[in-house]
């Protein structure tokens, strides 16, 4: 039962981060890019290693998957509140180490390619280690504080990578406004960390999330303004974990991020970093079902609703196919948000626990390769924007057929791997809470439709005047498209009701028929709206925007939110609170440091007089100073 | 009636002093201290100290008053005003005395002094047998260091006050 | 010992000479004058020892020898003092103390 090797899998992407890092100019270009893939093939490797033995060898005992544990004490507070480091081996982690490794790898082999005769290709291959060694850790992760330390380090990583482009201002105005939301976000998390630790007395997951252990069932010990604080606390972490992933309020930074290069995009904003959120819910999955009969759950749930359905309207109208990807994501993230907020605990009810674990695993696999689709058509026209393109599938077949497959996964079409994820969310939502169901078909249907417009806008639709003829991509690049657009046919059909669920027992699950065939429906109308749109080239999609007037406008503009928070900032924040406090700082606190300087100086101009040169001055002194202590030991002597 | 001579010399004593550190004067300031050290030498007579005050009146009254005087004549301060100092300086320094000499007053009057009456008179022979003694409470060795003290006071004197013109000097003609 | 005369009003003459020499000693604007001072302060002590060992301790002789060796040492210092007033005035031409004021701050 030893899976203590699993350790090997973020350290080896450490050492080629290091060694990257260290050796960075006197490594040739190509050989760097080999040095990443193949730690990245060896992670891979041990992953699917470490999976087969958890699912297959080991198997259930009691009839649940044990959770295997390797850890260290890293920092101890007091007997039970320590913070450890180590390994924690269960069906979730298993799933979450599978799928970075399997696009991570994808993405160092399309970065080969992607990235080619750019100055800082090691720095890259650097980066993108870094981050997966980040990455990995956190799935990893046997406790809060250590999921939080990588927390920060996968934030880092994306820091760094979006701002790769590092003379360009918008790219590192992006990265800084990235990094920011987050740890602002963060926040939020360290709070509900704290939180944990002072009332749970553990930071330890194991402990957490034990429904006979002391977290869950003492959790209405100490209340706060009408809520148990442990409600608070999950309320702050999915507050971190909102911003990570980018739900509302806190998405402004995922659309700014696609100025990062594709292969960045594919992996950190699609597949890998943004489910981090989902995964700490996940992960914390217990304590958020027992605490306060799931209280936070619901605030999951709405707002995973809300997300997706906002991200949906907006992702229409986008021009820029990255910025209508990075949304899509978001919508994506949003359903698996939602699927954990109205999931149960045992058995069956789990199944929206496992329908979000599900649609985290296929949707990384078709986002990564539309990402990366988008990125080889960038990369053949040399422009980001609709209007640049049209008609590319003369002359880009793979990248036609790869992308068309992976627009029909997340439209959910059968038998492609999108369909039977959704379906199983739309299934638990169903059961649940029928406002987010209805939601949820309607934002279905929305996704094919935004999703059908680019296609056929990229690859039929007009034919654009090219300068150059675009070509297909070379197999560096492609290769990836193919192995992923592969895993989204097939990745549907996995029986993950066997292998994931809340209580890790497993269950079998069946096709509910009449909801899968709303879904469907729902999905081929919105294919078939796009087709009349933007098939072929006509006016109908611009007479239709004019008709909505305003509200066209509004979702052009994302609702304005990005001004909304560059307000707050600037005009208060910056002018009314920061400048006043910064003024008092350096007038005040400055002043009075400076003040007692001069100070010192002044007396030390008048006093200096003393050291007079004079010899008669230096006698009197000496003679009253005789004199002074003799009258104090007279005193002292007389009494 | 030695009580008598002996307030008179403390009254000239006093009063010649007071007039040696105020006058404006150079020489008529050592010539009144040349008076007080005559005092002294007659206080040192009417304790039948007769040796102390023959050396009083040799080394102090004969060498000292006369080399200070030759110092005065070479700095060529015979017939100059000598300034006198600040009026808050003189003020503060009288208040800074007499308060010492308040607590060196009181320290005196509180103290009860063990009185011996005696009247013998110290001969010069024993002086020297104590000075040249090698037992317990002999003072040969303080003897001897200040015979090497003198020794370098006047070596150091011949060297400081030849100063650098008068090597020079030497240098050109050799 | 002097007959009618107590210990008491020796001692209080020589610290009045004492302090005499004091005042002279701080408030004299010419070198040669503190020489002056300082041969009162002195001679001041010279008959304190004295006339403690006359009056306290006649059969000892520390007094007398002691104030002997402080006779000796003043001499040997003023000559020392009146060799570098000498010398100092030929440096700068002037035996007053507000022009040998370079040790200050």
Request: neutral net charge; hydrophobic residues 55%.
């Amino acid at each position: 039962m030893n899976l203590s090797y699993t350790i090997l899998i973020p350290l080896i992407p450490l050492v080629v981060f290091l060694l990257l890092g260290i050796f960075n100019k006197k490594i040739k270009p190509g050989i760097s890019g080999y040095i990443g893939v193949l730690g990245l093939t060896a992670s891979a490797i041990l992953s699917f290693l470490a999976g087969y033995q958890y699912f297959f060898v080991n198997g259930k005992v009691d009839g649940i998957y044990q959770t295997f544990v390797q850890k260290t004490v890293w920092m101890k507070f007091t007997e039970t509140l320590q913070i450890d480091m180590g390994v924690l081996v269960d069906p979730i982690s298993i799933m979450m180490i599978i799928v970075v490794s399997i696009v991570s790898l994808m993405v160092h082999i399309y970065s080969r390619g992607y990235m080619k005769g750019d100055d800082g290709y090691t720095k890259f291959f650097a980066f993108l280690s870094l981050f997966s060694f980040s990455m990995f850790g956190l799935v990893l992760s046997t406790n809060l504080f250590q999921i939080y330390i990588f927390w920060e380090l996968v934030g880092v990583s994306s820091y760094l990578l979006i701002g790769y482009y590092y003379t360009k201002p918008s790219a590192v105005a992006a990265a800084k406004k990235a990094f920011i939301v987050t740890r602002f976000a963060d926040l939020g998390f360290l709070i509900g960390i704290l939180i944990i630790g002072y009332y749970t007395g553990t930071y330890d997951f194991e402990s957490l999330n034990n429904p006979e252990g002391n977290a869950i069932v003492n959790w209405a010990s100490t209340s706060f303004m009408g809520l148990s604080v442990l409600t608070w606390a999950l309320i702050l972490i999915f507050m971190g974990g909102a911003g990570k992933s980018a739900m509302f309020p806190l998405h402004i930074w995922l659309p700014d991020a696609m100025e990062g290069p594709t292969p960045v995009s594919a992996l950190i904003h699609a597949a890998t970093m943004v489910v981090a959120g989902v995964y700490l819910v996940a992960r914390l999955f217990p304590m958020y079902y027992f605490v306060e009969d799931g209280f936070a759950l619901n605030i999951v749930a709405f707002v995973g609703a809300f997300s997706s359905l906002f991200a949906a309207i907006i992702a229409i109208t986008q021009t820029d196919i990255k910025r209508v990807l990075a949304f899509s994501t978001m919508s994506q993230i949003g359903y698996m948000m939602l699927a954990l907020g109205v999931s149960g605990y045992d058995g069956h009810e789990g199944v929206g626990y496992m329908a979000s674990m599900f649609h985290l695993f296929t949707h990384a696999m078709f986002k990564a390769l539309l990402f990366l689709c988008a990125g080889s058509v960038i990369h053949a026209v040399h422009s980001n924007y609709l209007k640049d393109m049209g008609g590319l599938r003369k002359y880009m077949p793979i990248t036609n057929i790869t992308f068309l497959i992976a627009a029909l996964a997340i439209a959910g079409i059968p038998p492609f791997a999108g369909f039977w994820s959704k379906d199983e969310i739309l299934v638990a939502a169903f059961e649940h809470n029928k406002l987010i169901y209805y939601v949820g078909v309607f934002v279905a249907g929305l996704t094919a439709f935004y999703m059908f417009r680019i296609y056929f806008g990229i690859f039929w639709g007009k034919e654009t005047k090219y300068e150059q003829t675009p070509h297909e991509s070379p197999i560096s690049m492609t290769f990836p498209l193919i192995v992923l657009a592969f895993l989204s046919i097939v990745g549907g059909f996995i029986p993950f009701s066997e292998f994931i669920t809340p209580d890790r027992a497993g269950f079998e699950a069946h096709l509910n028929y009449p909801l899968a065939a709303i879904a469907v429906t729902v999905g081929l109308i919105g294919i078939m709206l796009a087709w009349i749109f933007y098939k072929n080239e006509n006016d109908l999609s611009d007479k239709f925007a004019k008709a909505f007037g305003s509200f066209y406008k509004w979702t052009y503009d994302k609702f304005y939110f990005d001004e909304i928070y560059l307000f707050v900032t600037k005009k208060i924040l910056f002018k009314r609170v920061s400048a006043p406090i910064a003024k008092f700082d350096k007038k005040y606190v400055d002043g009075t440091m400076v003040g007692i300087g001069n100070t010192t100086v002044a007396t030390s101009e008048k006093i200096k007089g003393i050291q007079s040169g004079r010899v008669q001055d230096y006698a009197f002194a000496f003679i009253a100073g005789v004199v002074v202590i003799a009258l104090v030991f007279i005193y002292l002597w007389t009494n | 009636m030695e009580k008598y001579i002996f307030y008179i010399l403390a009254l000239i004593m006093i009063v010649f002093a007071i007039a040696s550190v105020t006058s404006r004067k150079m020489l008529r300031s050592v010539i009144f201290l040349l008076f007080v050290l005559c005092g002294i030498a007659g206080v040192y007579f009417l304790i039948d100290y007769n040796f102390l005050a023959a050396i009083q009146l040799t080394v102090y009254a004969g060498g000292i008053i006369v080399l200070i005087i030759f110092s005065v004549l070479l700095v060529h301060h015979i017939e100059m005003e000598l300034e006198i100092a600040k009026t808050s300086k003189k003020i503060i320094t009288v208040l800074a005395c007499l308060i010492g000499l308040g607590v060196f007053l009181t320290t005196i009057y509180a103290h009860d002094f063990i009185v011996v009456e005696n009247y013998i008179t110290t001969t010069t022979a024993d002086i020297g047998r104590k000075l040249l003694s090698y037992e317990d409470g002999g003072f040969i060795l303080p003897f001897e260091v200040i015979s090497v003290l003198l020794l370098a006071a006047m070596i150091g004197a011949i060297v400081i006050a030849k100063g650098g013109k008068l090597t020079n000097k030497n240098n050109k003609t050799i | 010992m002097i007959a009618g005369i107590s210990i008491y009003e020796i001692l209080s003459v020589t610290s009045i000479l004492f302090f005499i020499g004091v005042y002279g000693f701080i408030t004299r604007k010419n070198l040669i004058s503190i020489l002056i001072s300082i041969e009162l302060i002195l001679n001041a002590s010279v008959v304190n020892f004295v006339v403690i060992n006359k009056y306290l301790y006649p059969d000892m002789l520390q007094g007398v020898l002691f104030s002997i060796f402080i006779i000796a040492v003043a001499a040997a210092e003023t000559a020392l003092a009146v060799s570098i007033i000498i010398n100092l005035y030929r440096q700068i031409n002037s035996v007053e103390v507000k022009d040998i004021e370079t040790m200050k701050y």
